[in-house]
């Protein structure tokens, strides 16, 4: 099986460097066809680079995939390919904008969505909980979805021996600092812990509320404020962490994902707190392989973190049991092959 792999999707993003590094795994041939998009101003430059590009490859593959992030693109892969079309939404961008207070730009987005997964032969989402989103949200047929994991790269993701430096108990919370994070949540919670001398914070990320989180919380002497990493050191301060935390504003789309972060915690065998969601139970138990406390609930989340720090037996067993998870379901090769199994029914269908 070969297939085209078309848009403006970004080669390095966790979700397509999984997907298109599974697939391989799996013994399916890669065609990429994309292009970098470069501002609404050469969007008709960039159609014809992508046109220019599809001729060269037109018949030498079996279905075409439209990575993320590439929704403005399911028109053009329509037009351009008579091969069954999936596109890989992975989120909702009207409900991104939407959050954001970007009313306008969001209906445009909300059209976007829409006609992109109508036109598609096959979505692909993270979960379940945002297939019901979109079912609900687009009036569109839930037969149309698929669920594929985020997973991680576990040739980077992976565990690693740790000489511990120091007795400070490390929390490490790493993303773009925006609402849908809840770092406001984490902070709180660190600063009920302030009295704890040896618990100390990483936050590491950047994003649009950076410099007002730093600023607002700049008099908290046990966190740790990191702006600029690469990808390829994000595995060490993981490394250093004693727990690793997820996601926890309580918004509708904080609901409905599970964050990359929390998979690669759990690859590198890390213990996770994380708020409870729906998105987060159909992975996760609490007390087995992840430890949940309420949503957008520092004094919680401060307690779920003492409770980890008093008790390393349940530290090593929610860090056990996630490794577990992970290699059972969530490798490159895993994810691969569970895309490959839906790709081989719709070629065939």
């Not at 914070?201 to 404020?225: A, C, T």
């Not at 379901?329 to 994810?335: D, E, F, G, P, R």
Request: charged content about 30%; hydrophobic content about 40%; proline content about 3%.
């Amino acid at each position: 099986m070969t297939i085209c792999y078309f848009g403006t999707y970004k080669p390095g993003d966790s979700r397509n460097r999984v997907l298109i590094k599974g697939l391989k795994e799996n013994g399916v041939e890669i065609i990429e066809c994309r292009v970098n998009f470069k501002g609404w101003k050469k969007y008709l430059g960039l159609i014809r680079d992508l046109i220019r590009k599809h001729k060269k490859i037109k018949d030498k593959y079996d279905i075409m995939i439209v990575g993320y992030p590439s929704e403005f693109m399911v028109p053009i892969a329509k037009i351009l390919s008579k091969k069954p079309i999936i596109f890989d939404a992975f989120i909702s961008r009207y409900n991104t904008e939407r959050e954001k207070g970007r009313l306008l730009r969001a209906k445009l987005y909300w059209l976007m969505d829409w006609l992109s997964c109508k036109l598609a032969n096959l979505v692909l989402l993270d979960t379940n909980r945002h297939i019901e989103y979109f079912v609900s949200k687009y009036y569109l047929d839930k037969r149309k979805f698929r669920r594929i994991f985020v997973g991680t790269d576990n040739q980077i993701f992976k565990p690693l021996s740790r000489k511990k430096k120091n007795k400070k108990f490390k929390v490490l919370f790493y993303a773009k600092i925006t609402p849908m994070h809840g770092i406001g949540h984490i902070l709180e919670a660190a600063k009920i812990l302030e009295k704890y001398s040896d618990i100390e914070f990483d936050i590491v990320g950047k994003g649009e509320q950076y410099k007002k989180i730093k600023k607002n919380y700049s008099n908290l002497k046990k966190v740790n404020f990191f702006k600029e990493i690469t990808y390829e050191q994000l595995p060490q301060f993981v490394k250093e962490a004693d727990v690793c935390l997820g996601i926890f504003s309580g918004t509708p789309k904080a609901k409905m994902v599970i964050p990359k972060k929390v998979f690669e915690a759990i690859a590198m065998k890390k213990p996770i707190i994380s708020g409870k969601s729906k998105a987060m139970k159909e992975l996760f138990r609490d007390g087995e392989n992840c430890l949940f406390c309420r949503m957008a609930d520092a004094k919680d989340l401060a307690n779920k973190i003492l409770e980890l720090k008093s008790r390393p037996n349940l530290r090593n067993k929610i860090a056990q049991n996630g490794y577990k998870l992970f290699k059972a379901k969530l490798t490159s090769k895993v994810l691969g092959g569970e895309l490959k199994s839906i790709l081989y029914v719709q070629k065939n269908y």
